[in-house]
């Protein structure tokens, strides 16, 4: 292919990538439950790899001005100004938008890789996968008598439910793929591969997931026939090979090992399913409070990823468990897209969704096209439906872990279509050459400003997080403090230094800092503590009152809060005598 890098270069590319998707899903399968940690991992990289392709592909990359990059673009300028619509929580939003800018950067520098290359990397990734979860195997059934003493377990055989098996139901075309192409010890190995592929999706027994494959297996079936390409009965063998096995271990452990979302669980052995940590099902209301988000403000919504910092305020009070903080998003993508980004940005994503899968089709029916290409573009386009369908019912992409794959997927969906399409498309045009190297320029210093910013953003939320662990209130004062150095507006940095400046006796200082807490969260309960708590300190015991009873709305057992109108009463009485 005329613009593939060499493929010396190309091989470092994918080993690296192979390397990195298995440290972060190393990461996500131990018991480890703060998001920051593995993001910590994927982003720094993801912005550093970025920057190390665009250097190799200097002057090797056409910029397409067509309806797709269009799409892309204005979804993510939509991104990037749509909290300051609302004027709070824009630090946030900002950090959440420069992921996804990070994310599409990498897809569209490897969609330039020659097709087999990603490949290798999807195969790769699925059989680091079915390692892991051959592990978690052999914990679950205690082959190993090692692994009966809990702290000795390496691996969790879920991390989170939702995001491990959305991982294994998003590999799992690869092996397929492979399998079908392969004789032999070849063909062997991968149907064990996707064997253990599929008993991870088990091992989760998200419901969703399964939702996902069943319209995954649907869209293949009808465009292998829309597009001939089901010769000698291929795409049977296809629907056979995934759904038999699924409905195999679905039916041998479903009811057993089954999790709602909100359940994060731990086998231990067979038939004994232990809780660590049991979240009540709160998704209708969530639904719900969310809907008044949207209705509230349905044009451009609240602001890409500060759902969690404004869904507070629409929640009812029975409704909302302060322990569901730690979510991101309602479980359905599309309620999740418009409360953020309203009605255009659901639109956009829509139609950037729709805009895929209708080229695929294209694609898939053009009989000019080799049919071993053809089928090849199923493998990622299977994923993608996947990926799409069972986000409607569970988590969304937000997890490094399922935006690597989905990095891969998108690089490789295009890549096919650049390598093997017969002519260039009627639609859009090519940047003429003057112009490219600027603009390539402009978007490399895009790419190391926004690595350099999610960098210090990740750094100073993981400080913020141990900053609590010192011994001493100045240990803890300094190291808030670095922490909100490297993120002034976050809000895990920005809560944690208030705390601090309160701990230490930095009263004057604690006073400035509350105020710019409220002002950037103001509907989060611990904002309006620290808040009120200044108030306090000022004598403004009417207005102390006040906010700690909106605390008190949304998280009625919130002890911070009670305290604050004990001793509002009590100054109160005091002022009295």
């Not at 991101?328 to 999740?336: A, D, G, I, R, S």
């Not at 080799?370 to 090849?376: Q, T």
């Not at 100045?474 to 150095?485: D, T």
Request: hydrophobic share 50%; aromatic share 12%; with cysteine.
């Amino acid at each position: 292919m005329q613009n593939a890098v060499p493929r010396s270069g190309a091989r470092v590319g994918s080993i690296v990538l192979c390397v990195w998707f298995g440290a972060i899903l190393i990461a996500i399968s131990k018991q480890l439950q703060v998001d920051e940690l593995k993001d910590s991992i994927f982003y720094p990289v993801l912005g550093m790899f970025s920057l190390w392709y665009m250097w190799r592909r200097r002057g090797k990359v056409s910029f397409r001005i067509a309806p797709f990059s269009a799409l892309v673009i204005a979804y993510l300028l939509l991104a990037l100004l749509s909290a300051s619509f609302v004027g709070y929580a824009w630090y946030e939003s900002l950090a959440a938008t420069t992921r996804i800018l990070l994310v599409i950067c990498l897809a569209w520098l490897l969609s330039y890789e020659e097709p087999e290359e990603l490949l290798f990397v999807g195969k790769v990734f699925s059989v680091i996968a079915s390692l892991i979860v051959f592990i978690n195997l052999l914990e679950v059934y205690d082959v190993i008598k090692i692994w009966r003493v809990s702290n000795t377990r390496i691996l969790a055989p879920v991390g989170h439910v939702s995001f491990y098996s959305a991982v294994m139901a998003l590999l799992s075309p690869f092996p397929v793929w492979c399998a079908l192409r392969s004789r032999g010890a070849n063909r062997f190995f991968y149907s064990v591969v996707f064997l253990l592929l599929m008993a991870g999706v088990w091992l989760a027994g998200t419901r969703s997931t399964l939702v996902g494959i069943i319209a995954g297996l649907l869209t293949v079936a009808a465009l292998s026939a829309i597009g001939h390409l089901a010769r000698r009965g291929w795409y049977l063998v296809l629907l056979l090979l995934f759904f038999l096995p699924l409905l195999a271990f679905m039916a041998l452990g479903l009811k057993t090992y089954r999790a709602d979302g909100n359940v994060v669980t731990r086998l231990a052995k067979v038939g004994d399913v232990q809780d660590v940590n049991e979240f009540s099902s709160n998704r209708i209301p969530m639904y719900k409070s969310t809907l008044r988000m949207v209705m509230r403000r349905p044009l451009f919504g609240w602001g890409n990823g500060t759902w969690k910092y404004i869904y507070p305020r629409y929640a009812r009070k029975d409704d909302l468990i302060k322990h569901n903080f730690w979510m991101h998003h309602p479980h359905n993508e599309l309620l999740f897209q418009a409360s953020q980004m309203g009605i255009v940005g659901l639109g956009l994503f829509l139609a950037i969704s729709l805009f895929v899968f209708f080229r695929a089709v294209i694609f898939l029916t053009n009989t000019g096209i080799p049919l071993e290409a053809r089928r090849m573009l199923l493998v990622p386009l299977t994923s993608l439906v996947i990926a799409f369908v069972a986000w409607q019912f569970d988590t969304s992409s937000v997890m490094s872990t399922t935006r690597i794959i989905l990095i891969v997927l998108l690089a490789l969906f295009f890549a096919i279509e650049r390598s093997y399409r017969t002519s260039e498309p009627s639609l859009g045009w090519v940047l003429p050459l003057p112009y490219r190297r600027p603009l390539y320029i402009a978007t490399g210093i895009a790419v190391a400003v926004s690595t350099i910013f999610i960098s210090t953003y990740l750094l100073g939320t993981n400080l913020a997080r141990l900053a609590p662990f010192k011994r001493t209130p100045e240990a803890i004062y300094q190291s808030a403090k670095r922490a909100f150095l490297l993120a002034p507006r976050a809000s895990t940095p920005l809560l944690g230094y208030a705390g601090a400046l309160l701990k230490s006796g930095r009263i004057e200082k604690f006073k400035e800092v509350a105020g710019l807490v409220y002002r950037e969260y103001p509907d989060l309960p611990k904002a309006m503590y620290l808040y009120s708590y200044a108030l306090l300190l000022d004598g403004k015991l009417e207005e102390a009152e006040v906010v700690a009873k909106q605390a008190l709305m949304i998280d009625p057992d919130f002890p911070d809060a009670l305290n604050i109108l004990k001793e509002v009463e009590v100054r109160r009485l005091r002022n009295r005598s």
